[in-house]
C-alpha cells in the first residue's frame, strides 16, 4: 500500500516536559512490576493502597483488561501502554524494569534509547 502525504499536510513536532505536562488521572493510577516473569500493574486511587492487580504475559493482555474496566483515561492510557510494553521488554531481555526510567543497555548495545 502507498502512502500519500496530501498537499499541505501540517508538521507537528512532539514535546513533553516531565514536569509541566503531568496531569493526574482522576480514575486513580498504577505501579508496575515483573514478578515470576509476570508483568504485573496494581490500581490506585491513593496512597498506593491497591485495589485491582492485573497480571500478564503480554503488555497488551494487561492493558486490555485495564481498558475493559474503565480504570483509566485515555492520556494516562498512553503511558501506561508504553510502560507496560517497556515492562516486557526487559523481562524478555532479563534487564531489571524501573517504572518512569529508561531501560539501562549495556554500552555500545544497538537498542540504547536515543
Keep these: 500500500m502507498d502512502?500519500?502525504?496530501?498537499?499541505?499536510?501540517?508538521?507537528?513536532?512532539?514535546?513533553?516536559?516531565?514536569?509541566?505536562?503531568?496531569?493526574?488521572?482522576?480514575?486513580?493510577?498504577?505501579?508496575?512490576?515483573?514478578?515470576d516473569?509476570?508483568?504485573?500493574?496494581?490500581?490506585?486511587?491513593?496512597?498506593?493502597?491497591?485495589?485491582?492487580v492485573f497480571v500478564g504475559s503480554k503488555a497488551q493482555d494487561v492493558y486490555k483488561e485495564i481498558i475493559k474496566r474503565k480504570l483509566v483515561s485515555l492520556e494516562?492510557?498512553?503511558?501506561?501502554?508504553?510502560?507496560?510494553?517497556?515492562?516486557?521488554?526487559?523481562m524478555k531481555e532479563g534487564k531489571k524494569y524501573i517504572q518512569d526510567e529508561d531501560i539501562k543497555w549495556k554500552q555500545g548495545s544497538k537498542k540504547k534509547k536515543k
Design 37 to 52: 516473569k509476570k508483568i504485573m500493574a496494581g490500581h490506585c486511587k491513593s496512597k498506593n493502597e491497591i485495589d485491582y
Design 3 to 35: 502512502v500519500v502525504i496530501k498537499k499541505g499536510c501540517r508538521k507537528v513536532e512532539g514535546r513533553y516536559d516531565k514536569i509541566k505536562d503531568i496531569k493526574l488521572d482522576k480514575k486513580g493510577y498504577f505501579l508496575i512490576k515483573i514478578e
Design 76 to 90: 494516562h492510557a498512553a503511558y501506561l501502554g508504553k510502560e507496560l510494553v517497556k515492562a516486557e521488554i526487559c
